[in-house]
């Protein structure tokens, strides 16, 4: 099981659960987490966090709902083979790039600039995955 | 059965105060309830009527099924309560306090107790009225906690307490949830980070009455900060969203606080050309001053 950093605001108008889930969702989209990989157990994860085991329980399945994961009884939650919704995922990146399209306009960038934006993340998010990848094959 | 019902549980003191008005609550068993409200909103009355402290002057309350102005001592005995001010007896210890209060129970376990005890950083022996004040909110914990009982109320369980020690007494809170799903919690509270960490469940108090109850991450997926700007110098003054608690206008920027079944509502709603409209998450605490604000615009007028 990897010892994953997770990072909870308590303060933030985003439930917790779902704090968890995107974080969860980045880790496999870095490929910090692989495809397999075990997810922190719920006592451990409550109690790392200090928050309710029954928030981390929600977590986990709705990613076992859209698929990411895939939770084993008595075994723990594991990073799930069909962890590709494709509609799902279009429908929240949309959300997201919507978001994006309108701050971009309001702070007058054009949209070429946007998109490079995008892509720089893009690659970073790569760059990240193969450094971690030549890490594991050491 | 609930954990926990009322039913138009209502109290008043003397010179006519309503301390608790018509309050219907219902916890499932194995939630996590979060009461809140600000001073004087009638928290620890509606506590006290449940754990049958008061007689109400109407109305009903069952913890287990059963009112406990009526318990036996076989059903308190699953039922733990850590009230407001509590002080517990200066000159005995946490073992002389185990050893009497094991006399109310079958199967009390005082090696056990005294082992926790040691385990959460107190001495056992030592009079708990030389302990810190967090100590102290940790011992009454400590021996409320240990029968395991199935429904557990805390009144303010934390108040007065520094970060840390309000962190520990979280972390044993959420180490008995661990080890204990299936019992139940009614906890008042001040504190929004508490909440946020360990209820499922949150019910707002003001004036006597539970004006709100949800499920949390319902209050914040659903509670939005709506922004138009509108081309040229001003708003429209008639601006109507869905959900919408209030609106505030600056020059061409009208922010409205909604609450929305989902963020897809607003794609039906028309503005003038050249209008842009934007949605912000809120932070928790600011969903709950808008709440309370908003009742408190509301009990003005009516």
């Known amino acids: 099981m990897k010892n994953l950093f997770y990072h909870i605001d308590v303060y933030?108008?985003?439930?917790?659960?779902?704090?968890?889930?995107?974080q969860t969702k980045h880790y496999i989209a870095s490929g910090t987490l692989l495809l397999g990989d075990q997810l922190p157990s719920i006592r451990e994860l409550s109690t790392r966090l200090s928050i309710n085991p029954a928030t981390i329980v929600k977590a986990y399945s709705e990613l076992q709902t859209s698929g990411v994961v895939e939770i084993k009884q008595g075994k723990g939650a594991f990073v799930a083979q069909g962890c590709r919704d494709v509609q799902g995922q279009k429908l929240q990146v949309g959300k997201i790039a919507r978001q994006l399209a309108v701050e971009s306009q309001q702070l007058g960038?054009?949209?070429?600039?946007?998109?490079?934006?995008?892509e720089e993340e893009w690659i970073r998010l790569g760059r990240e995955a193969s450094r971690r990848k030549g890490m594991q094959a050491h | 059965m609930k954990a926990i019902e009322t039913y138009d549980l209502?109290?008043?003191?003397?010179?006519?105060?309503?301390?608790?008005?018509?309050?219907?609550?219902?916890?499932?068993?194995?939630?996590?309830?979060?009461?809140?409200?600000?001073?004087?909103?009638?928290?620890?009355?509606?506590l006290r009527l449940v754990m049958g402290l008061l007689k109400p002057d109407r109305g009903r309350a069952r913890v287990l099924g059963k009112s406990m102005w009526h318990a036996d001592r076989g059903h308190r005995s699953s039922i733990g309560y850590v009230p407001q001010h509590q002080q517990l007896p200066g000159r005995m210890s946490i073992e002389d306090l185990g050893?009497?209060?094991?006399?109310?129970?079958?199967?009390?376990?005082?090696?056990?107790?005294?082992?926790?005890a040691k385990h959460w950083g107190m001495n056992p022996s030592l009079p708990v009225g030389c302990f810190s004040r967090g100590d102290q909110r940790k011992a009454a914990l400590l021996l409320a906690i240990h029968p395991k009982p199935l429904v557990l109320i805390l009144d303010e369980?934390?108040?007065?307490?520094?970060?840390?020690?309000?962190?520990?007494?979280?972390?044993?809170?959420?180490?008995?949830?661990?080890?204990?799903p299936e019992s139940t919690l009614?906890?008042?509270?001040?504190?929004?980070?508490?909440?946020?960490?360990?209820?499922?469940?949150?019910?707002?108090?003001?004036?006597?009455?539970?004006?709100?109850?949800?499920?949390?991450?319902?209050?914040?997926?659903?509670?939005?900060?709506?922004?138009?700007?509108?081309?040229g110098k001003t708003s429209p003054s008639h601006l109507q969203l869905p959900g919408m608690l209030r609106k505030e206008s600056m020059g061409p920027v009208t922010t409205a606080v909604c609450e929305l079944e989902s963020e897809q509502i607003l794609e039906g709603i028309q503005l003038p050309h050249g209008a842009r409209i934007q949605i912000?998450?809120?932070?928790?605490?600011?969903?709950?001053?808008?709440?309370?604000n908003n009742q408190q615009i509301q009990a003005n007028l009516t």
């Open chain 1, 109 to 118: 960038l054009e949209l070429e600039e946007a998109q490079d934006l995008l």
């Open chain 2, 280 to 292: 912000f998450p809120m932070s928790l605490e600011e969903i709950f001053l808008e709440l309370f």
């Open chain 2, 10 to 46: 209502t109290k008043s003191f003397p010179l006519n105060q309503v301390a608790v008005s018509g309050l219907d609550l219902s916890l499932a068993p194995g939630t996590v309830y979060g009461l809140m409200g600000r001073n004087g909103a009638g928290k620890s009355t509606a």
């Open chain 2, 186 to 231: 009614l906890i008042s509270t001040h504190h929004v980070g508490d909440i946020a960490r360990i209820a499922q469940q949150v019910g707002m108090m003001d004036r006597g009455r539970l004006t709100r109850s949800a499920r949390l991450d319902d209050l914040q997926d659903r509670m939005k900060k709506v922004q138009v700007v509108y081309p």
């Open chain 2, 157 to 180: 369980p934390a108040a007065g307490l520094d970060a840390v020690a309000r962190r520990v007494f979280l972390d044993h809170l959420i180490d008995y949830i661990q080890l204990r």
């Open chain 2, 99 to 116: 050893r009497y209060m094991g006399r109310f129970y079958t199967d009390w376990d005082q090696d056990a107790l005294v082992r926790l």
């Open chain 1, 12 to 22: 933030s108008g985003l439930p917790v659960y779902r704090q968890l889930m995107d």
